[in-house]
């Protein structure tokens, strides 16, 4: 729909409604997978049952930021395969991210087949190679991957690592080796678009490519008019002023309200809002955004923005400027087309925006916490992006802070990176300078205060855009940032946080039971013949640092539970609507690699069918070794953390769990023969931990 300039848009539709197809009952939405992530973009919004996203990286086990969190790794198999991510179970390894070359070559395992991934710098690293490249190059092309050259900083891949069985990511130099890495696994028989099949190095299509290198452009020409009664999806939304009038434009707001709802649920500075902390144009440049969902670029007269995530909505959307009355001149552009997906299978887009002038010492700042948002208890949806101020001030030292991502009331976040640039694809605080790619960016801000031409441009900012590797949530997304290495800058942020919500939970918490604890265990028939006593243990769960400037910041607290190299079995409720489930456990991480073999019965019946493998590689022992130089030898420095509580997850295949109010489950301990490096035993022999268990349902209403 075309819809000419106007401080209030307002789209009212009938009351119409997409439903389910009838017969067969509820089948979950098809989840893009692998390159259709990218082709099918248009399906951002759906639902994600069956699929789990992960963000695991080399940051400091301490909680500080020692070497800046680079070079921790689960484990030495030799000295040149260094292991920060070790996985078991069907999934796709979406993003990686290095600091430069460092680490490089890296080793790809995928399903025990090892691969050697390098960029053209790797060959003499003393000396490195401008205008590098991944190598293999075919495997490994542009825009699905950048190198410093482009980025002022990091290597950044964005190609689809399919893994049927597992994938071991190893380095081979340890000389600054930070990374962090984003992979999605999926129950067994989840609706997927393609299925999951082993890489191979097969370059990605050329079809995918040719859309990645479209960003910054009009990603939706086209538009019509959708008839009454039918939900639709804003597909675009373009906005221009005059160039002088840039800055005052950017100050203003874009409200979205959807379906009448009683807040709305985009609310955001619009500079902000489309990807950069200012619309100041410190050197005249044609684009500041030049992102897969968002782009603002000038020309001879007049600042361009747009917007093209897709938005659904089934009554009604409202659009709305404020504060831009007095710019003259301003345009709106808003094109949609008919919704063709289920109202149950979408969710509403939000732009959540938090303003944090004095970040409170000692604590992650929240920038998203989705519980009570827009009135609503519980969402289900995905975290699809971030566009954040990190300085108001021209201060690049507040980037050491992590980012920490917490779904479905986990209290180990599923998400932990390495740093504020890297989250916003650089490194080395991008050199200072400025750059834009499809999905990570830093647009806008001087490389100092000294180097500013103007208070605008004291105005850091920063985007992080998730697309393949977005990161699914059933009931509760909690979003954090450090400010600064260990939670201590005073700067002024701010952010707007990108997320698809349905209101209401798509994971149900059905149960729950405290192993140890003689009532809940004899509440749901365990069994562990070889399991130790009843444990009590005293930790923390990997946060930020304990302490700041001598004050407590994170307590230990008790727990209680057991540990077995046997079998253990339990009786779990579940929803008998539900469409598989997630089985969570609380557990001692300083048992390392904790392996087991996961079986499911029905309640009385010895018919044990096996659901996979569940696997947690490493422990709270760790290796630290940033190497001296760049071809310096491997370092061996044993690190053990107080943080032993940790929360794991299991995707239980909806073909063992539908129709069922409740299942046995067995867990069957299969250790791991490995060392913490050649010749080096783990502090703690391997057990299998469990302090609790907890049942959350996949629901689809």
Not at 50 to 75: F, I, P, Q
Not at 450 to 468: G, H, M, N, V
Not at 595 to 615: H, I, M, N, P, Q
Request: net charge negative.
């Amino acid at each position: 729909m075309r819809t000419p300039f106007a401080l209030c848009l307002f789209i009212a539709l009938g009351c119409g409604s997409v439903e389910p197809a009838a017969g067969g009952g509820i089948e979950p939405p098809v989840i893009p997978v692998a390159l259709d992530a990218y082709r099918q973009w248009d399906k951002w919004p759906l639902q994600r049952i069956g699929a789990r996203a992960y963000m695991r990286s080399t940051y400091d086990r301490k909680g500080g930021n020692e070497s800046a969190d680079a070079s921790h790794y689960l484990y030495q198999e030799s000295d040149e395969f260094n292991v920060p991510l070790d996985v078991e179970g069907p999934g796709i390894l979406y993003f990686a991210r290095y600091n430069h070359w460092h680490g490089s070559p890296w080793h790809y395992e995928v399903d025990g087949r090892d691969h050697i991934v390098q960029e053209s710098s790797s060959k003499d690293p003393n000396k490195p190679v401008e205008n590098s490249v991944f190598l293999p190059e075919a495997a490994f092309p542009s825009p699905l991957t950048f190198t410093w050259s482009q980025t002022k900083g990091a290597d950044l891949m964005w190609v689809p690592i399919p893994f049927e069985k597992s994938f071991r990511m190893a380095y081979t130099r340890t000389r600054y080796g930070t990374g962090y890495y984003i992979y999605h696994q999926y129950a067994r028989d989840a609706n997927l678009s393609q299925p999951i099949k082993s890489w191979n190095e097969v370059p990605p299509a050329q079809d995918v490519l040719d859309l990645i290198g479209r960003a910054g452009s009009n990603l939706f020409p086209g538009g019509e008019a959708p008839k009454a009664g039918v939900p639709g999806v804003v597909r675009a939304i373009e906005l221009s002023a005059p160039k002088d009038q840039a800055i005052a434009l950017g100050r203003g707001r874009i409200r979205i309200t959807w379906d009448d709802r009683a807040t709305p649920s985009v609310d955001a500075p619009i500079a902000l809002f489309f990807g950069a902390g200012t619309l100041y144009n410190r050197d005249g440049r044609e684009v500041l955004v030049k992102a897969f969902p968002m782009n603002i670029r000038f020309d001879a007269d007049r600042v361009h923005l747009a917007c093209y995530y897709p938005m659904p909505y089934f009554k009604s959307a409202k659009v709305e400027l404020v504060g831009v009355d007095s710019i003259p001149g301003v345009k709106l552009d808003v094109r949609s087309e008919p919704l063709r997906e289920p109202k149950n299978h979408v969710g509403y887009f939000h732009a959540t925006y938090v303003d944090v002038p004095q970040p409170v010492k000692g604590e992650d700042m929240v920038f998203l916490d989705t519980q009570g948002v827009e009135g609503g208890q519980d969402w289900s949806g995905s975290f699809v992006g971030m566009s954040w101020i990190f300085s108001h001030n021209a201060n690049l030292g507040t980037l050491e802070g992590d980012p920490r991502f917490f779904f479905d009331d986990s209290l180990t976040p599923q998400g932990q990176g390495t740093g504020t640039e890297e989250w916003g694809g650089g490194g080395d605080y991008w050199g200072g300078r400025n750059m834009t790619l499809p999905f990570a960016g830093h647009p806008c801000g001087a490389k100092g205060p000294k180097e500013s031409r103007d208070p605008e441009d004291l105005i850091e900012s920063a985007y992080r855009f998730l697309l393949a590797d977005l990161m699914p949530f059933g009931r509760r997304a909690k979003i954090h940032l450090e400010h600064g290495g260990t939670n201590t800058s005073a700067e002024h942020y701010e952010c707007v946080t990108y997320w698809y919500g349905s209101p209401g939970a798509a994971l149900v918490k059905t149960d729950e039971f405290q192993v140890g604890d003689e009532a809940s265990e004899k509440a749901h028939g365990y069994a562990s013949p070889d399991a130790s006593a009843p444990e009590e243990l005293a930790s923390r769960y990997e946060w930020g640092p304990d302490s700041i400037g001598g004050k407590e910041v994170y307590p230990a607290t008790t727990e209680r539970g057991r540990r077995t190299r046997g079998s253990s079995e339990f009786r779990l409720a579940l929803d008998p609507d539900n469409l598989g489930v997630l089985l969570r456990r609380k557990l001692d991480y300083s048992f390392p690699n904790q392996r087991a073999e996961v079986f499911v019965a029905d309640e009385g019946s010895t018919d044990w069918r096996s659901a996979g493998v569940w696997y947690l590689a490493g422990s709270n022992t760790c290796i630290y070794s940033d190497a001296k130089g760049e071809l310096g030898a491997t370092q061996h420095n044993v690190q053990t953390s107080n943080r032993r509580f940790r929360d794991d997850e299991f995707l239980v295949p909806r073909a063992l769990t539908k129709g069922r109010r409740a299942i046995r489950v067995r867990v069957k301990f299969a250790p791991v023969d490995r060392a913490l490096y050649p010749g080096h035993p783990y502090p703690v022999e391997p057990a299998w931990s469990e302090l609790r268990y907890t049942a959350y349902s996949w629901i689809l209403r």
